[in-house]
């Protein structure tokens, strides 16, 4: 019994999170905020708008807003489209040991180099 309230609180959690999700942003273009469109049918990432990906199930496929940087659900730097991150963005595993998770960060820029001869005038 206890598992089945546990079960369902952590569903009704996600549903909320999964909500949340979705009205953060604003859509400029009318098209994209009639909610109608909002479970738009796709077969490829084409189909979709900027910012989506096409997210094939068993009983149908969908546009899906990917992962922000920051957002409260994990990437998963295997995924097709569910937990795929926003274009700029890498999928990054985060913490170490037992807590570590993935999440969407942006990537690491390489420490700068000096090489010689990119300013430096030489005394002859």
């Known amino acids: ?3 089945a309230l546990v079960l369902g609180l952590c569903l009704a959690f996600a549903f909320v999170v999964e909500s949340f999700e979705e009205d953060e942003e604003f859509l400029e273009d009318e098209y994209k905020n009639d909610k109608r ?4 049918r796709c077969n490829t990432d ?3 708008g900027s910012g989506e990906c096409c997210f094939k199930n068993l009983l149908y496929n969908r546009c899906k807003t990917k992962l922000t940087e920051g957002s409260l659900l994990f990437c998963n ?3 097709a489209c569910y937990f795929r991150c926003q274009d700029g963005l890498e999928c990054r595993r985060v913490g170490s ?3 570590s998770h993935y999440k969407c960060k942006r990537p690491i820029a390489p420490p700068p180099t000096e090489e ?3 300013g430096d005038v030489d005394n002859f």
Do not use: T, V
Not at 37 to 40: E, I, P, R, V
């Open 1 to 3: 019994m206890k598992f």
């Open 37 to 40: 469109f909002l479970f738009k």
């Open 46 to 48: 084409g189909d979709c």
């Open 77 to 79: 730097p295997r995924s």
């Open 97 to 99: 040991g037992f807590l």
């Open 116 to 118: 010689p001869g990119s």
